[in-house]
């Protein structure tokens, strides 16, 4: 295993390397070949390296060391285990198939930029693997850092839209506030354990306090907040639909956004062991999974709704971290790229077709038109919907028994996330397909159904997102159940092991509790189809608190962006203008006045010279002499 570890990341690499330096000599097809060939590789030797993990369990890999001192040793190593092994397979087979859509849908783009854009993508699945394989924090970090600079460059992929340059900068900025925390929980790692090695932090973690483990695992939080769009930091990833659809399903489902739930899953033990910090994880991530489903259930671009949905699925995965599921939020995560791919995928498809509309009350009737976009699509929003016995259902119902478990309130609260979920994905449904067509019919450009090249990742998608939840079935529902469970059981042990146990509901009552769940959702489902089908599509603004997102965009502009921006203007009019250039002009002009005085001195006249000097002798001689008459009083008092 250790002699292919290296290839995961280097294929990537190779293809940013060979689409960055040649952009200017290939041609589209060669560009988006050269990109999704490169990750498919990834995916071929991922494959082989999760078979050697189900055969052996995990390894690790040192290729060289950054720092190797007698107090700190840092190697650039790979892990390749149950945990990491999971998480390449998704990363590169989810972005496989996106590669592969992107040829298709960015085949308008001129041959450098298409060139520019696979580059990029290649960099972003690279600084991924990184992320995921790293053996330490530090890797980590790399990889992390990685996928922060790339999310900046696709977002603003077309950069000369100014708007699009904020959302980048946006995200970037946002991400460096959570990054700040990552960096110095690293810090704090070292300090107290000398190493950021997993395996030696997990060896030590009895040599720290109550205090450090509830630090260090708050600032890691802090990191995974920014990077998963969690509230406070989470109005960066609505934004980040300024980049071109195939970004945005690569971000929200197979890559960046999980990157926090990886890390907290990484580190499992650390949070096991700080039940305060535990606590600050749930009820965090329960807020921001109602928060943003409430959002979502007003908006109007199809690509937003979609986005929101994201933040608040999101929310659901860490509720099973902070609850003690780590295999159900590792579930959920897998289970949501397939369907949040799909669905991001399907948008654009929607989108193509529309000839780049995204406001979905101009839209309706599309299922005759488009029939494969419209079936996969549904399957996608039956699958983050929960309906049985899609790959949603398993996942977010193994998140709500386990918060059933914790805390009967977060069960509830959660069951009310997940209903807002369905209603607001079936009248995104109902809005884009169903009904009579809300568009204006151009017989030049008509509305069709979208190339091979684009259909074949979601029929892929469709499959996985259907049969993908089997792997996690609960042992209640089938004897022999949840493989995954099993799987991922040596990177949970020891959290296992410390966990409080909880006493376990009965077979039926599991199955009321599904059962009822299921009820409730098909009924909204039913109430949304129908309230979508009266509802008003005039182009008039969407007015209201959950149209306007709870303007809390409004709110961080004017209670931080504002006065920042009003002290920098202060600091730039009053300090700099008057105080610090102030003080360099003001030495400028006084070597400049004082160089034209000394110039007066050189006259060209040597009795004037000769002057000089005996005065200087004179002058030199004084200062000499009272020295000698100090120095011998002060002997003489002393």
Known sequence: MSHVAFLVPLFPLLGFLINGLGRNQLSRSMSGWIGTGAVFLSFLVSCFLFGKVLENGGSTDT??????????????????????????????????????????????????????????LNLFVFSMLLLVMGSGFVIMFIGWEGVGLCSYLLIGYWFSNPNYNYAARKAFVMNRIGDLGFLLAIFWIISKLGTTEYAGVLEGVAKLSSTDLTAITLLLFVGAMGKSAQIPLYTWLPDAMAGPTPVSA????????????????????????????QGVVAVTGLLTALFAASIALKQNDIKKVLAYSTVSQLG???????????????????????????????????IHAMHHEQDIRKMGGLRKHLPVTHLTFLIGCLAIAGIPPLSGFFSKDEILAAAFHANPIYY????????????????????????????????????????????????????????????????????GGHRLEHFLAPIFAASGALAHEHAHLTAAQEWGMVGGATVAIVVVILLAIRSAGREKTDDQPASGILANK????????????????????????????????????????????????MRLIQSGQVGNYLLIMVLSMVVFFLIWFNDNKIMALIHKIF
């Open 63 to 120: 290729l060289f060391y950054l720092i190797r001192t007698t107090d700190l040793s840092i190697p650039f190593a790979f892990q390749v285990d149950q945990l990491s092994g999971l998480f390449l397979l998704i990363i590169t087979g989810i972005g496989t198939l996106i590669h592969l859509y992107s040829i298709s849908y960015m085949h308008e783009e001129a041959p450098h930029h298409f060139a520019r854009y696979f580059a990029y």
């Open 250 to 277: 690569l971000i929200h489902a197979a890559t960046m956004v999980t990157a926090g739930i990886y890390m907290i899953a990484r580190t499992n033990l650390l949070y096991t062991m700080a039940p305060f910090t």
């Open 316 to 350: 659901y995965m860490f509720l099973g971290l902070g609850v003690g599921a780590y295999t159900g939020a590792v579930f959920h995560v897998m289970t949501h790229a397939f369907f949040k791919a799909l669905l991001f995928l399907g948008a654009g498809s929607v």
């Open 412 to 479: 509830v609260l959660g069951l009310g996330g997940a209903l807002m979920t369905a209603f607001y994905m079936f009248r995104l449904y109902t809005l884009t397909f169903l009904g009579e067509a809300r568009y204006h019919s151009d017989p030049a450009h008509p509305v069709h159904e979208s190339p091979a090249p684009m259909l074949l990742p979601l029929v892929v998608l469709a499959v996985l997102s259907v049969a993908g939840g089997w792997i996690g079935i609960p042992e209640w529902m089938l004897s």
């Open 550 to 597: 709870w303007y809390i965009d409004e709110l961080y502009e004017f209670a931080i962006v504002q006065p920042i921006r009003s002290f920098a203007d202060l600091l730039k009019s009053v300090l700099e203008r008057n105080v610090i250039d102030g003080c360099v002009n003001g030495i400028g002009r006084l070597i400049h006045y004082g160089s034209r005085q």
